[in-house]
């Protein structure tokens, strides 16, 4: 047993509290690799964001368990060099199993989501109180799910989307003892968010639910999954240097930084820093064709995701300066 504590980390409780407090959102970003984790701590060490590094199960196999937990110490390393102190999480994202929840937390993850939409209503309140019953014996604090999001990201992949029902979240909440609940309100996983037409606008979040889940759980931390703008300037970039992504939209940011100053104190973003880090990659080896030193068009995807995280924490989950 690795715990997390060993690392350095903390888990999401505090943070929660502060955020929700604070009127802002704890930026979750996901990372599968040394260049993603790098611009990610960089931005938030440099924006003084709180950050929780997300680890999904694909990422957790493509990195190896291992190698993650050394990784996360080096994280929490580069913490203490900066002379900041920012805390930060180490979580699962969308964890389907007891048992894949049960091994990230033995080996030092901080706090876990346990993905039981796909389940019948009871089957899921039964699954998420029997991880919270293990997580809570080491204080990892677990996040649940409402809802289903449609879009394919990862392992997660569903074809159409179900909006969670307010009625459910205060029992759902009472019956498993979860610290943080993601709801479907309109997000979804994926580039592909919305497939647009011309002229035609991306439908806006169902703030009414969220509006609705507010006033029957006061205070409680609610969780946006696929929560990424699909930022058009990469997306160009992308079909500019040879890609081809048509017709694809996400989270209009002001929607998101609407989200952040409610209820919501954990908004995930995958999707962004896999297009950022794609377009940067792609625009060196079209204009550089020579070019075959992995370092040389790393590094620049690398600097461009510290800018994008930087934007996110500052200009649309209000996380800069909170830490």
């Known amino acids: 047993m690795h715990h997390y504590t060993e690392l350095g980390l903390c888990n999401t409780r505090e943070m ?51 190698l993650l937990r050394f990784m996360a110490m080096g994280a929490m390393e580069l913490v203490r060099e900066s002379g900041s102190n920012i805390p930060v999480a180490l979580h699962l994202d969308h964890g389907d ?58 392992d997660v992949s569903h074809e159409v989307s179900h909006y969670t029902k307010p009625e459910e ?36 979040l169902r703030f009414d639910i969220l509006e609705a889940i ?5 205070g409680f931390p609610i969780v946006l999954h696929g929560a990424s703008s699909v930022m058009m300037e990469y997306v160009d970039m992308i079909n500019q240097y040879g890609g081809k992504m048509e017709n694809t939209a996400g989270i209009p940011e002001e929607q998101l930084r609407r989200a952040a100053a409610s ?20 625009e060196v080896l079209a204009t550089k064709p020579g070019e075959f030193d992995p370092r040389k068009y790393l590094g620049p995807a690398r600097e461009e995701l510290v800018k994008m995280y930087k934007h996110k924490n500052q200009h649309v989950l209000g996380s800069a300066g909170k830490a």
Request: one cysteine or more; a negative charge; hydrophobic letters at 40%.
């Open 169 to 204: 979240v205060e029992d759902f909440l009472a019956r498993t003892g979860v610290d943080s609940l993601a709801i479907s309100i309109g997000t979804s996983h994926g580039a592909f968010k919305f497939k647009l037409q011309p002229g035609e606008s991306v439908p806006p």
């Open 263 to 282: 209820a919501v104190c954990k908004i995930n973003i995958d999707s962004d820093g896999r297009l950022a880090m794609t377009a940067k990659i792609r």
């Open 97 to 154: 199993t007891f048992e894949l929840c049960v091994s990230c937390i033995e080996s030092g993850f901080s706090s876990v989501m346990i993905d039981g939409s796909g389940h019948s209503y009871e089957d899921n309140i039964a699954l998420t109180k029997k991880v919270v019953e293990f997580a809570h014996k080491h204080d990892v604090t677990v996040e649940g799910e409402l809802g289903v999001l449609a879009g394919i990201e990862d």
């Open 16 to 66: 929660f509290k502060k955020a929700m407090a604070g009127q802002y959102a704890i930026p979750a970003y996901n990372f599968n690799n040394m260049e993603q984790l790098q611009a990610i701590m960089t931005a938030c060490i440099e924006t003084k964001s709180p950050v929780i590094l997300q680890v999904s199960s694909g990422a957790r196999k493509y990195a190896n368990q291992t």
């Open 214 to 218: 507010e006033k029957l759980t006061p």
